[in-house]
Every structure is written in C-alpha cells, then in structure tokens.
C-alpha cells in the first residue's frame, strides 16, 4: 500500500559522508506514514538504524549515535538519513521502511516487525 523509493547510496572513504533519501507514496489507505531505516550488514543481518516520531524523537542504533541523523518532511512523506563520519561497519545494504498508522507516528520504532513496507534498499560501501 506504500510504494517507497530510496537514493543516495554510494561508495565512500572512511570518514567520509553520504546523504539517504526515501520517499513514500501511498498506494492506498488514509493513514500517517509512519517510516524507518534499516540495514543488513553482512555478517550481522538485518537491524534497525534510525526512526522518528512525529513529536520529533528519535530512535538510533548505539553504533551510529552522534554521527547519523535521521529527519523527515512530513508534507512531502520522505525520510532522510544524514550519514558523517562513516566507517567499514556501516558497508550494507540499507533499506527504507515504512508503516501506516491511523493516529500517526506517536513513537519512533525501530523494530522490524512493526513495518509492512520496504524499500528495494540502496547499497552503501564504506572503504577504509
């Protein structure tokens, strides 16, 4: 019901910066777009990188606190993730995800469970 479309992955040195975009369209459905990011990095699987909720709170994986930062533009349902400082352990394969919530986006989760929708994923490659 939600068709989700990601940008802005790359390769890059350590140390070095990248910027995610995801946009959402609705499909079908009235509710609030409620979206996430995540990543499978090889070795470790798939996890839960970065979500917002409406009240501005976010929620980031230990590992990338201080150097991520997750946004959105609520008005145009896309979701950003400005990624600084990046190292090896970020190489993966990151995927915007997205689900539909009637009273909005009350708590910034980041389960994989709670999301319907995703994202083809945009390939990130960190080199050191």
């Known amino acids: 019901q939600v068709q989700l479309r990601e940008s802005g992955g790359g390769s890059v040195q350590a140390g070095g910066s990248l910027s995610l975009s995801c946009t959402a369209s609705k499909i079908g459905g009235s509710s609030n777009i409620c979206m996430a990011w995540f990543r499978h990095v090889p070795g470790k699987g798939r996890e839960g990188v970065a979500s917002?909720?409406?009240?501005?709170?976010?929620n980031y994986v230990e590992s990338v606190k201080g150097r991520f930062t997750v946004s959105q533009d609520t008005r145009q349902n896309t979701l950003v993730l400005q990624m600084n400082d990046l190292k090896p352990d970020d190489t993966g394969t990151y995927y915007c995800?997205?689900?539909?919530?009637?009273?909005?986006?009350?708590?910034?989760?980041?389960?994989?469970?709670?999301?319907?929708?995703w994202g083809q994923g945009t390939q990130v490659t960190v080199s050191s």
């Open positions: 917002i909720a409406v009240d501005g709170r976010t």
């Open positions: 995800a997205a689900r539909q919530e009637s009273y909005g986006c009350l708590a910034a989760v980041l389960y994989e469970a709670a999301y319907k929708n």
